[in-house]
């Protein structure tokens, strides 16, 4: 009973390194989005995808990609790590688009030095 | 510009009684809205959610009203118990659209 599966937990990276921050999930759901939380501002929207194949931009997209290749999994890359990136990043599926059926991560906390 | 704000980061109650947690947003289009509830170090899980065509909605000790003319949002849990203390998240969105905008978060604790 895995439901949303982020990895790596906790990373450091370099200014200007590249990365790629994985998530998975076993509940065969359409819907697969990326956020990160910083302080004083709430869970913000990086990108999001309504099934494999099709992505596209949530509120802050710059300086990460994302591809949807199977139902399952929805890796987030960070091009060329920036200390603003420096964030915990929450991976969510859900099988709606109701809110209600929002399933997260764990998170990951990823520091940029 | 934040369009979905909480402007209480903290709040402290006590046992038993009433937490009231408040949550404003801009956008008149926002047709539903939500509340999260965070523990440390895991995801947010969903709480309660209500509709725009609504201004109350329950779920055992929680309450969520939406007054949407003066755009604001509350949630109501009573009685408050100590493993309710969290960081509650308020969202909002469009039905049909896979984006929620979320407010910045209150802390809750509950004192024994």
């Known amino acids: 009973n895995a439901g949303v599966t982020q990895t790596p937990k906790f990373q450091v990276l370099k200014t200007g390194q590249s990365m790629t921050l994985q998530c998975a999930q076993d509940?065969?759901?359409?819907?697969m989005s990326w956020y990160r939380q910083d302080p004083g501002m709430g869970l913000r929207l990086i990108h999001y995808s309504v099934g494999a194949g099709i992505t596209d931009q949530g509120e802050v997209p710059n300086g990460y990609n994302v591809s949807r290749s199977t139902t399952e999994d929805f890796p987030l890359r960070l091009l060329s790590a920036a200390p603003s990136q420096t964030s915990v990043y929450f991976c969510a599926s859900s099988y709606d688009t109701s809110g209600n059926t929002i399933y997260f991560g764990e998170g990951s906390w990823l520091t940029v030095v | 510009d934040q369009q979905v704000k909480q402007n209480s980061p903290s709040l402290s109650v006590q046992e038993g009684r009433i937490s009231i947690l408040n949550c404003d947003y801009t956008?008149?289009?926002?047709?539903?809205f939500l509340w999260y509830k965070k523990y440390p170090a895991e995801g947010p899980t969903f709480l309660i959610s209500i509709s725009s065509i609504k201004d109350k909605n329950e779920d055992g000790r929680f309450t969520v009203f939406l007054n949407k003319s003066a755009k604001h949002l509350s949630l109501h849990i009573v009685p408050s118990q100590p493993g309710d203390s969290a960081v509650y998240f308020c969202?909002?969105?469009?039905?049909?659209?896979?984006?929620?905008?979320f407010g910045q978060g209150t802390r809750l604790t509950i004192n024994p």
């Open positions: 969202a909002a969105g469009l039905q049909g659209a896979q984006k929620l905008v």
């Open positions: 956008n008149s289009m926002f047709d539903y």
């Open positions: 509940m065969n759901h359409e819907y």
